[in-house]
Each structure stands twice: as C-alpha cells, then as structure tokens.
C-alpha cells in the first residue's frame, strides 16, 4: 500500500522490508506504516546480526532495485518477494540477507537463537 504521499507504507496485513546493497530499510511510521510485533523483531534481531536497519520513506521504484523485499508480519512470519508488478526482485528468491533474519526468527523457538529480548516463556511438558 502507498501513504498520501505515494511512498510505500505496508502490505495488506504485513510489514515491508527491502535490501539494498546489504543494508536493511523499512518504512517509518510517519508513512503510515503499522508498528507490529514482528517487524519490532526484525529490526532487533537484524542489528544483532550486525545489519544496518534504516526506516525511511520507501518509493515503490526503490523495490524495482532492490536487491531483496520481504513481507514480514503474524501470519506472514518472514515471505520473500519474488517480484513486484511483474518485475523480478534481484534474483528471483529468497537472498541472503533475509536467509540470515529468518534462521535467527524461527531459531528462536528452537533455541539456536538466543532469546536476549524476553519474548519467549517456556512451557514444561
């Protein structure tokens, strides 16, 4: 979705991520861009794994270079992007950058990644 200003806010439910040259961007909240649990994540862990994370506004024309896009939200967790308005988001699959911030996300609730932050409360079987 695009804010009044026709930069790009967020999906339909989902936060939007973009990588460019291995910096990590995101839409501020100024852009009318929801605040959401996992995106808080993302951010979090992205800086633990020593990615710069920038949020500002987004052009849609900026995603036509990135060189990876992900959607990240409850029920989305961390998707790629593959293309945006039939136009390939650098090649085509999941890159590297978003490969490393999923395998710290879902490490969480295996327990290779270790949960700095509280979020987690084990449950005894």
């Given at each position: 979705a695009l804010d009044v200003n026709g930069y790009i806010s967020?999906?339909?439910g989902e936060n939007l991520f973009e990588v460019k040259d291995g910096v990590l961007f995101t839409p501020p909240f100024t852009s009318s861009a929801l605040p959401g649990i996992t995106r808080d994540a993302i951010?979090?862990?992205?800086?633990?794994?020593?990615?710069?994370?920038?949020?500002?506004?987004?052009s849609r024309e900026s995603l036509y270079l990135a060189d990876e896009v992900f959607m990240?939200?409850?029920?989305?967790?961390?998707?790629?992007?593959?293309?945006?308005?039939?136009?390939?988001?650098?090649?085509g699959r999941c890159g590297p950058v978003t490969k490393r911030i999923q395998q710290a996300f879902f490490g969480l609730f295996t327990g290779e990644t270790e949960d700095k932050w509280g979020w987690l409360d084990p449950v005894n079987s």
């Open positions: 967020e999906g339909a951010i979090k862990l992205a800086k633990e794994l020593g990615i710069e994370v920038r949020e500002q506004v987004l990240s939200g409850t029920a989305a967790e961390i998707t790629p992007v593959r293309s945006v308005d039939g136009i390939q988001v650098g090649e």
